[in-house]
């Protein structure tokens, strides 16, 4: 089992910059990659970025690729998602997710812990 925690959310002006945070409970931590998720109100959760174990492997979605940057610390377990030049598209709450299950890494349906997510809310 185990348990995630997002933090870092908040509210920033386009152009700003925020750092979420997940933090893992589990010994096995760092055997897992990890993913970052969004979502708004009426829209399906979609793909932000993918981490692999040991941090060498990483993928973005078209959208936030050269904005955002995913890392990891595994002796801390926590992922982080630094977001720079934020935008209002960028409002969503974010999630982070364990991969438990082979498969394509944009693909929810392989992550198989979440955690209860964090707003982030980018103003024009």
């Known amino acids: 089992q185990v348990q995630l925690v997002e933090s870092g959310g908040g509210l920033v002006q386009a152009g700003g910059s925020l750092r979420l945070s997940c933090a893992a409970s589990g010994r096995t931590f760092s055997t897992y990659a990890m993913g970052w998720f969004r979502q708004t109100p009426g829209k399906e959760r979609e793909f932000v970025a993918h981490i692999n174990w040991s941090a060498g492997t990483t993928y973005y979605a078209d959208s936030v690729k050269g904005r955002f940057t995913i890392s990891r610390d595994n002796a801390r377990r926590t992922v982080y998602l630094q977001m720079n030049s934020l935008k209002p598209e960028d409002t969503a709450i974010y999630y982070c997710?364990?991969?438990?299950?082979?498969?394509?890494?944009?693909?929810?349906?392989?992550?198989?812990?979440w955690g209860p997510g964090t707003q982030v809310t980018v103003s024009s």
């Open positions: 997710a364990v991969k438990g299950l082979s498969g394509n890494y944009y693909d929810t349906r392989i992550y198989r812990y």
